[in-house]
């Protein structure tokens, strides 16, 4: 069983420019029709965060590794030279 509902847009909203046959899921709460969703958008911003996050962590474990090779081996043996002179 299927509930369909004529609904109308304005013309800039990205659901109206949709090409012929293309559908939406929009789900809506029973107890209150006007409460409803769009998953499909929560599934790409759930992505794009991902994403982002993922990129993140990558990114900082990069310039923790340019970190030590820069600041690592060479500086604890330029300090026990220093500290033999």
Known sequence: ???RKETQFWVSSCLANRPDGD???I???PANPGEFYL????QSRL???WKLTIFAVLFILILI???LAW?????????RIESQI
């Open 27 to 29: 789900r809506f709460n």
């Open 23 to 25: 559908t939406v899921d």
């Open 39 to 42: 998953p499909g958008l929560i």
């Open 65 to 67: 590794g340019i970190a």
């Open 71 to 79: 600041f690592g081996p060479t500086f604890s043996r330029r300090s």
């Open 47 to 49: 992505a794009k965060a």
């Open 1 to 3: 069983m299927t509930n």
